[in-house]
Each structure stands twice: as C-alpha cells, then as structure tokens.
C-alpha cells in the first residue's frame, strides 16, 4: 500500500484556493495556443507524461570544500531521503525516481529498500558508482585514480565495485549505471595521457562486460575537478570515443555543469544525438564551473535549447533514442525539497516551451536561410509562460497547484526537525 508523507486533504484545500484563478490562466493561454493551431491538451499530455529522476544525495545540504551548513530535520540516511524525495513527487508529480550513490546509499537489504520505495509511489532511477573517494576500510586508495589508475590491484577494486553496483541497481529495479571518475592529474607529466586513456578503456570494458542485456552504461565526462590539469574523461569527445569504443550499450551522460565555460551545449546534445550516443543527463545549472547550481536559476535559456535539440531528436529518432533525465544539484543554502521543486518546475517548463515550438515555420525559415525567422520561432515559444500547463497537470495527478506555498503550509521540515537526528557540521560532498 502506498503510504505519501503529506496529508492529500491538505493539498486538495490548498489547491481549492487557487483552482479558479488557475481555470482562468489555462483557459487564456489554451485560446492564444489554439490561434496557433496548438492544442493544449496535447501539451498537456506530454507534460503529464514528462518525467525526471531526483539524486538522493541532492535531499540533503550540500556544501563546498570550505563548508556545509546543515538545516534541522535534513535527512540523514536513506530511508529519510527517500521519504523527502516521496515529498517532492507527491506535490510535483514529475519526480517518481530516485536515483541512488554507492557506497552511500548502502543498505544490507536492497529488496526490502526496493518495496520501502514503492511503499512511498518511488521507483530507482541509474545508480552511480563511487571510485572517486576512498571509504573506511578500503585496501587500495583511489587517490591516483580508480578505473584508469596505474595498479592493476586498484583498476580491478574500482571495476569491482562498478560490478557491485550493477548487482544492487538489478536488486532496485534500475537498468542504468552511471559512472563518473575523478580521474586525472594536477601536474603535466604526471601521467600519460595516451596510456591513462587506454587503462581507462580497458577497465571499463570489464564493467562493460558485466551490465545485462537491457542495461546502459553512462559515461559522465567533466573537465577538471578534482584533477586541475588533466581529467581522463574529460570532455564529450572523450566520452562518445569511449563509448563507441566500448560498444552499444555505452552512451554518453551530459552534466550541463561539466564543460569548458561557454560552451554550446545544446550542439553537444545534438552531435551526440547524432552518432546514438546520447544516454541521459544531470541537470543543473553553472556560472563558474561545476556549480550544481539550480537548473535554470541562471541560464534557463540553455535549458530551453537543450530541450529543443531534444524535441528535435525525437523527431528524428537515431538508435535507442531514451535518454534519462536527472538532477545533479547541491543545495548548500536552501532546503533540497524546495529547490529540487523548483527545479523540477524549470525542467519541466523547458521541456513544454520546447513543445510549443512551430517546427514547420523553423524548418522553412531555415531552408529559406531566415535567420530572422527562425530565431523568432523559437522566441515566441520560450516567451511563453506554461506554468497553467504544468500546474494543470500536477493537479490532475493529486500534486499541488502551488508546490511551494503547499509544502510550507505541511510544515514538513519543522516536524522532521522534532524527529530527526542532527546532522554534524563539515564540509560537502563534491
Ligand atoms: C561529479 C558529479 C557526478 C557525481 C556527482 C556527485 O561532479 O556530477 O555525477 O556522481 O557529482
Ligand atoms: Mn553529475
Ligand atoms: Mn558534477
């Protein structure tokens, strides 16, 4: 039986407040998308139907290397992550999937945290595999790499742990494992760059080996950090060389946080789409580098032209076209359920502005060189608020018109508060 942590009274009395003023916006908005010969239903449908995983690591504060600032009633194991995740998906209704982080999500009984899930309407997203710390207890360290590391001993730990993983996400349901190393170097002549590569490839491929039939292996590139002059995996050309390198079942996952500074991401998108290599993505946002910032609270115009490649991918499908979508954010001065709120209304926004886009009238002006045109056809599309769309569609599923005002009203986190032990000062996690 699923059992929601907020009370479904308390939602259906908050929405009865603002269910007139809502039938007037989506009642608007409908006749102005009907003079484009847009149906808003359909909208509506793809947007009901538009879904994004939520990282279980994202449900507490993050930090940075310098601190974290814990708030009263934060998670502080799985089990409460997961019952702030439920939180979030029950007032959005986009977020039905956690995607876990091993070791730190260990648990001795994954069937039992599999149904503990289900328990709360979740389902697992990717898992992600950890070589990019040492745990207590390990016998080889990783900090001179893990999967591209010079010890035969240490590349066969991190691919046994890659394995390891595999082995939970089968026990949880998931069939994606997403792997992300910190390999690299901070010194010129450290390493070789030539032959790191090639201990990188050969390791993974025994990971590769592992995954089942349907499984995906997604390979996360990033530029620097914790490596300052050289990262193993750095970039998307990186990726997709390994990927292609590898086989089939390896896609490539863009981080939007992950790339050189002004960097066209929306291209990699569709260069990657391209080649059937594009496997999913961590959404965030970035103004310096791997900010974990929220998505689109700084460039939801990027978002926007992610999200319209996308549409355009969909249009003309390449091999295995699915990607996954996640949020990789580390909330270091907010509550994680409101910004991963937030963010999952910015996501979802794009995703419906990309909808909404006149294709024909963009693919004329582009054959008849308009620039002008063409770019107005996307314009007219991201001025368009679709938050009637989006809050139509969380009620019709039992969410909230206002997730926000709503979960303020639950009082959620002040009761946890009462209930949870305090998390202890420290810095973040990357
Ligand atoms: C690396 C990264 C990767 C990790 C997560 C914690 O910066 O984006 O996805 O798994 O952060
Ligand atoms: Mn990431
Ligand atoms: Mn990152």
Redesign the pocket.
């Known amino acids: 039986m699923t059992q929601l942590p907020l009370s479904a009274d308390l939602i259906a009395e908050t929405n009865a407040c603002h269910e007139q003023a809502l039938e007037e916006d989506y009642g608007a908005l409908g006749r102005k998308l009907a003079r484009s010969g847009i149906d808003i239903v359909a909208v509506q449908d793809r947007v009901a139907a538009f879904s994004v995983a939520v990282p279980s690591?994202g449900a507490g504060r993050g930090g940075t290397r310098f601190a974290k600032f814990p708030i009263a009633g934060e998670p502080t194991n799985i089990h409460e992550k997961l019952e702030d995740c439920a939180v979030i998906n029950q007032l959005c209704r986009v977020t039905p999937r956690v995607s876990p982080?091993f070791p730190w999500d260990k648990v001795s009984d994954f069937a039992a945290l599999r149904e503990e899930a289900a328990s709360l309407g979740l389902g697992w997203d990717a898992v992600?595999s950890?070589t990019f710390q040492d745990q207590v207890g390990q016998a080889h360290t990783y900090a001179n790499g893990s999967l591209a590391a010079q010890d035969a001993v240490t590349r066969q730990q991190a691919v046994d742990h890659n394995i390891e993983c595999i082995e939970i996400g089968r026990q949880l349901g998931s069939t994606d494992l997403?792997v992300?190393v910190g390999d690299g170097t901070n010194f010129p002549g450290q390493q070789d760059l030539g032959r790191s590569l090639d201990r990188y490839l050969d390791a993974a491929s025994k990971v590769y080996a592992a995954l089942p039939d349907d499984w995906r292996m997604l390979l996360?590139h990033?530029m620097f950090?914790p490596a300052f002059y050289s990262t193993v995996i750095s970039d998307w050309g990186s990726s997709i060389l390994a990927a292609q390198e590898l086989g089939p079942k390896a896609k490539c996952l863009v981080?939007l946080?992950?790339h050189a500074p002004n960097v066209n991401i929306e291209q990699i998108v569709a260069r990657l789409h391209r080649f059937g290599k594009l496997g999913g993505f961590?959404f965030n946002d970035s103004k310096y580098g791997?900010d974990?910032l929220d998505s689109g609270s700084i460039n939801p115009h990027q978002l926007f032209l992610v999200f319209n490649e996308l549409v355009e991918a969909e249009l003309n499908p390449r091999d295995g076209f699915n990607p996954s979508y996640m949020i990789?954010q580390s909330h270091n001065v907010t509550d994680p359920i409101e910004s991963m709120l937030s963010s999952a209304e910015a996501i979802t926004s794009c995703f419906a502005k990309a909808l909404l886009v006149d294709r024909e009238a963009l693919h004329a002006a582009q054959e008849a060189n308009d620039t002008m045109m063409a770019f107005q056809a996307l314009r007219r599309a991201y001025n368009i608020d679709v938050a009637p769309i989006l809050a139509k569609a969380r009620a019709v599923a039992g969410g909230a018109i206002d997730v926000l005002e709503t979960y303020r009203l639950s009082q959620y986190r002040a009761r946890k508060a009462q209930e949870r032990k305090a998390v202890g000062l420290g810095a973040g996690?990357?």
């Open positions: 690591w982080h992600n950890n997403t992300w996360e990033k950090e981080d946080g992950h961590h791997d974990d990789d996690i990357v």
